[in-house]
């Protein structure tokens, strides 16, 4: 038995705690920005481009606060699961990413947030850009380089460092082991001694 058939299926779920911190914080820069927008509107010497840019951070962090309400409220099943067949993260889509069709696994760094990112064979990457925000994330991705898929950790119960040592770890198991298609030299025959 090898050691990638001892390997456990993992469900990964949203981490409560880590979703409060977020409302909290979306929740005091929404607070923040609606207060400032209805204060000013009273000052004499503010510009009404920092008015609406209030309005307009209101909104977003309204947006946001109320994604992560929603989410803690509705954040009882695992979004991402990992097995040795493949990784299926259902906030991308129902389908399987099978540990063959990954040719490389890396973390991504933008602007202090950290991604697992995934490099997929062309044909398999097709797959996930059916819809409007799949092709939109599609695009973003572009920057990355060709054919990757992002696995977002923010907010999950495993971070970033511990689900891409686990994505490596099932990754280098799911594999087929590269097969050696040349044929061993024949020994040389024994010469005669005469």
């Excluded at 979703?19 to 010497?45: D, E």
């Excluded at 920092?50 to 309204?62: H, P, Q, R």
């Excluded at 389908?95 to 995934?118: C, D, N, P, Y």
Aim: glycine share 10%; charged share 20%; aromatic share 10%.
């Amino acid at each position: 038995m090898s050691v990638g058939q001892n390997l456990p299926n993992i469900t990964i779920g949203y981490s409560r705690g880590r979703l409060l911190a977020s409302f909290g914080v979306g929740l005091l820069l929404t607070l923040l920005c609606a207060a400032l927008a209805f204060m000013w509107q009273q000052g004499k010497n503010i510009t009404t481009f920092e008015v609406a840019a209030c309005y307009v951070g209101a909104v977003f962090f309204g947006l946001a606060t109320f994604r992560m309400l929603w989410r803690l409220i509705s954040a009882r099943s695992p979004v991402v699961f990992i097995s040795r067949v493949g990784i299926r993260d259902i906030r991308l889509g129902d389908e399987t990413i099978a540990w063959s069709s990954v040719r490389k696994i890396q973390i991504w760094e933008q602007r202090l947030q950290k991604f697992v990112v995934l490099k997929l064979d062309p044909l398999v990457a097709g797959r996930f850009s059916g819809g409007f925000l799949r092709r939109a994330l599609s695009l973003m991705n572009k920057t990355l380089g060709a054919d990757s898929v992002i696995v977002n950790a923010g907010g999950l119960t495993m971070d970033v460092k511990a689900l891409l040592e686990t994505c490596k770890q099932y990754w280098g198991a799911g594999r087929p082991a590269p097969s050696d298609h040349s044929v061993p030299e024949p020994e040389p025959e024994p010469e005669a001694v005469s």
